[in-house]
């Protein structure tokens, strides 16, 4: 898109305005309505325009300066490392951050803060691909081939994914897939708009995609269409692999997953015996606390049948936010430098250490995953201060209610957010920070492709950029040179931290993506024309092969039972956006998707005694939400679907598991038990709906915010 900026001025007036750029080379000028409708959450009514602080536990927010803020954060820092230690100390970065940001939001953890405890919400949305991308490739970048190589492969499937809601600009590769003859092939147990499209459906069981995986596998062995040459030239592992696929026969996967035999053929018969094909994945079998292996499992069935390092085939997972492939590579994950090097790696410390001008010894080991670090906030051996940037784990954690009561427990709580979310109206310092159209900076989409952002526009006076107040609050906490605000500095030195990385972006500049609509990582120096395909020659594993993942099925972290006999999944509307912290300020957004609902099977309804429309309540051993009934043939009769973009009374994830991956440490969203029943008269306006008007009210009363309320409501 294009950035253009208008005349029009006033509280509530939207600086720019979006155009479309058809000369792109990834979405071809489409946007979806949070796109065109963004310029919006740019006006100073729906936006934070200055710093707040509070001055006791439990008081309001009120106005302060950029200086009382900043030095109330930095003495409270130093307050939290005198008593308890560094690692007393945490950071929770996000996916949306531009790269820059993430890089300098690691460096600021390792350098400044000198603290272990550093992790961010993507390790909430695409960890356990990245976990088996790197066990089966040895490198994990969401697509290895661009975009445009999908319409040109024989057979799509596609798994846990809806673009049709989540990213309709690609959607149109999926459409001329299908006119070009190839088949597309939809696991969701939803039958989404994506779904619709599809030339098979498959309809598991939440949770069941490992065995779904096998399954298919185990008869793409037994029908001969193994590319036995591919695999003994290319690959390691697979006899064992072989092994664990053939224990899960048709039958026994058909009683796992609720997948008739004969769909379970169709689908094996279509992908196996295409010339090419294509698995991918987005946050369905990833958001489970087996989802590395189930990705490795799909990732199984590409290598077996060939369709992994050749042109138009291959294993790719779909991002999920607006930096989630960049976000993941340089530094705010707990276990990671730039470049995506492992902090473990003393090679990778050295190299890192002297562009950062450190010691290597001094930089800490790993630290906790994003749910271990909000579980244990304020506890004994946790983190008693946390800055989140970028963030609002309020609404998108698992198991909310009590991530919301560790975030109550802290002795300082500071967030950097474009609006007051959910988590900021808890913090006991709140800093408004500029977003898109106001900065520079990088992001690098799913195909691994670096992208440039220009600045449009100015801020409002009251607002600063993340990059400049890390280096603000780093000389006031003792370090006075290393954190630029301006963000192609910034750049510069990422480019020699990544140097010789897996993600390398060396030979990538700030001139070279404008004038090439993006450069692909790995790019080692400037003369090298960068990556779009991945694994052509060698995979990159120290032996050049790619490795199979002996995997068997196992049960989720929660199954239903006579208490809570249904399953729970949880996803995303068209209209909203992550935790809805800034498309929920959208009044064109919020009139298309205006609140949470419960999308539940006509079987089930007649069973309550419900109707659409009627509120009803779905508790799990977590917690209770409540929302409308939307009741839709669309959903298996087991299972219920609930969006996660809404706080209070509706709030999905009041009810998630967090049970973690063992590999990726990625919570299980994606499924759990619960169970439905009529709500009682009055119930959304329960205790937790109460809080969460109090805290409105509480915005509303800061100066300056009034408008920002009237937004949010």
């Known amino acids: 898109m294009r950035l253009r900026p208008t005349e029009a001025s006033g509280p509530g007036a939207v600086p720019v305005e979006v155009t479309e750029r058809p000369d792109f080379p990834v979405n071809r000028g489409a946007l979806c309505g949070k796109g065109r409708s963004a310029p919006a959450l740019l006006a100073r009514d729906v936006r934070l325009t200055g710093p707040l602080v509070r001055d006791r536990p439990g008081g309001p927010l009120r106005a302060a300066g950029w200086d009382e803020a900043l030095d109330r954060v930095a003495a409270g820092v130093r307050t939290v490392r005198e008593r308890h230690g560094a690692d007393a100390v945490g950071v929770f970065g996000g996916g949306g951050l531009t790269n820059e940001k993430a890089y300098q939001l690691g460096k600021f953890a390792r350098v400044v803060l000198g603290t272990a405890n550093i992790d961010y919400n993507g390790r909430f949305c695409m960890s356990s691909a990245a976990a088996a991308h790197r066990r089966a490739f040895g490198l994990d970048r969401g697509l290895p081939f661009p975009l445009a190589d999908v319409p040109h492969t024989g057979c799509l499937i596609l798994v846990g994914a809806n673009p049709a809601d989540t990213m309709p600009p690609a959607l149109r590769y999926f459409r001329e897939l299908r006119d070009n003859g190839g088949t597309l092939i939809v696991v969701d147990p939803r039958r989404t708009r994506t779904a619709e499209q599809a030339d098979l459906h498959l309809q598991p069981r939440p949770g069941t995609d490992l065995a779904l995986a096998l399954g298919l596998l185990h008869l793409v062995i037994a029908d001969g269409l193994v590319d036995e040459a591919f695999v003994a030239a290319r690959t390691t592992g697979y006899e064992r692999a072989r092994a664990a696929a053939m224990a899960h026969w048709p039958d026994r996967v058909e009683r796992i997953t609720g997948i008739q035999v004969s769909q379970l053929r169709r689908a094996a018969e279509l992908f196996g015996r295409a010339a090419t094909g294509m698995v991918l994945t987005a946050r369905g079998p990833e958001q489970q606390s087996k989802g590395t292996d189930t990705v490795g499992a799909w990732i199984d069935l590409c290598l077996a049948t060939g369709n992994a390092g050749r042109p138009y085939a291959g294993y790719g997972c779909l991002t999920g936010q607006g930096n989630g492939q960049g976000g993941r590579e340089h530094g705010q994950k707990a276990d990671q430098l730039p470049g995506y090097r492992s902090i473990e790696d003393p090679a990778a410390r050295a190299h890192v250490a002297t562009v950062w001008g450190v010691d290597p010894d001094a930089l800490p080991r790993a630290g906790r995953s994003a749910y271990e670090l909000l579980d244990g906030l304020g506890g004994p051996d946790g983190a008693r201060a946390l800055l989140v940037m ?324």
């Open 390 to 713: 970028g963030s609002n784990p309020v609404v998108s954690a698992p198991n909310a209610a009590h991530v919301t009561a560790r975030l109550r427990a802290l002795d300082l709580l500071v967030v950097a957010d474009l609006v007051l979310s959910e988590t900021a109206r808890l913090a006991d310092v709140v800093l408004p920070v500029t977003q898109w159209a106001e900065e520079d900076g990088t992001t690098t989409n799913l195909e691994g492709r670096v992208i440039l952002r220009r600045r449009a526009v100015d801020p409002p006076e009251g607002v600063r950029g993340e990059l400049w107040l890390l280096g603000e609050l780093a000389r006031r906490l003792g370090v006075e040179r290393g954190f630029p605000a301006d963000a192609e500095q910034v750049f510069d030195e990422l480019r020699r931290a990544s140097a010789g990385g897996a993600a390398d972006y060396s030979g990538i500049s700030y001139r070279r993506i404008a004038a090439e609509d993006g450069v692909f990582w790995p790019c080692p120096d400037p003369a090298h024309p960068g990556t779009p395909r991945l694994f052509l020659d060698r995979f990159a594993t120290p032996d050049g092969r790619a490795r199979f993942a002996a995997v068997t099925h196992r049960p989720a972290g929660e199954e239903p039972d006579r208490e809570y006999p249904l399953y729970l999944t949880t996803g995303r509307v068209l209209a909203q956006y992550q935790s809805g912290a800034q498309t929920r300020r959208v009044a064109e957004l919020n009139a298309a998707a205006p609140g949470p609902f419960v999308e539940l099977h006509p079987r089930l309804a007649e069973r309550l005694g419900v109707a659409d429309g009627d509120p009803v309540a779905v508790v799990s051993r977590r917690g209770r939400a409540v929302a409308p009934a939307r009741v839709s043939a669309a959903i298996r009769s087991d299972t219920v679907f609930m969006p996660f973009h809404w706080p209070g009374a509706g709030r999905a994830n009041s009810l998630t598991n967090p049970a973690l991956d063992p590999v990726s440490r990625m919570p299980e969203f994606k499924t759990c038990a619960v169970r439905v029943e009529r709500a009682v008269a009055g119930e959304p306006a329960d205790l937790a709906e109460r809080a969460h008007r109090a805290e409105r009210a509480e915005r509303a009363a800061a100066p300056g915010h009034a408008a920002d309320e009237r937004a949010a409501g």
